[in-house]
């Protein structure tokens, strides 16, 4: 059974940082694109940032470029999202997701991230 | 905010048909990349209902239908039922390099 299982959510200050994790299993992680995609209390998903197969090329949404990272662990199978700099307008469910627009996507059920002194 | 937009809400009796348009621009719907469609249920994960425009995974009723022309594409739902009651999100590729998505469309079933 393929499960994507987000953690590392939680409160964070202003500038603060945070490291999300998210655990692959049931299917092989290191041949799947991943990404994270973001959702703030009562409003739409937004793409956040995507990494390939094997870690070699990455992309961000403007909105985090420069703040946060992603990375994975395909012996670990498991995908990483290290965000720095927080804001208040980073609060939201932070998605893990297979390969979102391929026939064949799959999303964890997400971790909460809230931003506030 | 997103580039691609589409209609905060729609809604239908049972057994009506409701659609939901999803416009882009010649950066990322116009410019050829795929269209695939998301059902949301409250306090659920996005479930993948088309890709590639118009295809159904397996599971998906055939009561949901996609299509794509030009800058726009659009879902429709035929028969209507109770259990379609969810947000809606397009999602697809724009040439600056990133993946978006539509702004959202909540169904409702009257």
């Known amino acids: 059974e393929v499960q994507l299982v987000e953690s590392g959510g939680g409160l964070v200050q202003p500038g603060g940082s945070l490291r999300l994790s998210c655990a692959a299993s049931?299917?092989?992680?290191?041949?799947?694109?991943m990404h994270w995609v973001r959702q703030a209390p009562g409003k739409g998903l937004v793409w956040v940032s995507r990494i390939n197969s094997d870690g070699s090329s990455t992309s961000y949404a403007d909105s985090v470029k420069g703040r946060f990272i992603i990375s994975r662990d395909n012996a670990k199978n498991t995908l990483y999202l290290q965000m720095n700099s927080l804001r208040a307008e980073d609060t939201a469910v932070y998605y893990c997701?297979?390969?979102?627009?391929?026939?064949?996507?799959?999303w964890g059920q997400g971790t909460v991230v809230t931003v506030s002194s | 905010q997103s580039v691609v937009t589409q209609p905060p809400s729609v809604s239908g009796a049972p057994g009506q048909r409701v659609t939901i348009s999803c416009t882009g621009s010649?950066?990322?719907?116009?410019?050829?990349?795929?269209i695939h469609w998301y059902q949301q249920l409250p306090g659920t994960a996005p479930k993948l209902l088309i890709y590639g425009n118009s295809n159904r995974p397996s599971g998906v009723p055939d009561r949901f239908s996609g299509s794509k022309s030009g800058t726009s594409a659009s879902l429709a739902i035929t028969g209507l039922q109770a259990e379609d009651e969810a947000d809606y999100y397009c999602?697809?590729?724009?040439?600056?390099?990133?993946?978006?998505f539509g702004t959202g469309t909540k169904v409702t079933v009257l």
């Open positions: 997701a297979r390969d979102i627009s391929g026939i064949d996507p799959y």
């Open positions: 010649s950066s990322n719907i116009g410019a050829g990349y795929d």
């Open positions: 049931g299917f092989t992680f290191s041949s799947y694109w």
């Open positions: 999602q697809s590729y724009d040439s600056s390099l990133s993946y978006v």
